[in-house]
């Protein structure tokens, strides 16, 4: 009688613990995005403007031109746009302000925000960089 062949245990391959995904930070929850709301560029007949973006993403910007009687009646530019930054396991968002006028363009300072700031329609923008009183 031939001989049965004992089975012999397949060796199974070693179980390598599974590294656990590390979430990314979340950005702050978004207002419902609004293309009219959130996007424009409004053009007067005297040559003045205001435009803006706002991203879903935290990307902004946002500009307004105007003549200004302490200008000599010339065109004053002032706006500010921000990006998100990633710094390891935090978001912040970098702030960039800047007017020009007849003096030439003029950086102001950088600011690093927790949120990225509101632009809207009809709105001016909260931005401790620009002073709308001008």
Do not use: T
Request: charged share 20%; proline share 12%; hydrophobic share 25%.
């Amino acid at each position: 009688m031939p001989k049965r062949m004992q089975r012999q245990p397949v060796p199974q391959p070693e179980q390598v613990p599974q590294e656990v995904p590390q979430q990314l930070p979340q950005e702050p929850p978004q207002q419902e995005y609004n293309p009219y709301r959130d996007n424009f560029n409004d053009r007067n007949e005297d040559g003045s403007y205001v435009f803006g973006y706002s991203l879903p993403n935290g990307v902004r910007r946002w500009e307004r031109g105007f003549f200004s009687e302490h200008q000599h009646h010339g065109l004053v530019v002032e706006g500010f746009y921000a990006q998100p930054r990633h710094y390891g396991h935090s978001i912040q968002y970098e702030l960039r302000c800047y007017r020009a006028d007849a003096h030439g363009y003029q950086p102001l300072a950088v600011e690093y925000l927790q949120q990225p700031p509101r632009v809207r329609r009809f709105e001016l923008p909260n931005v401790s960089c620009l002073s709308f009183n001008r």
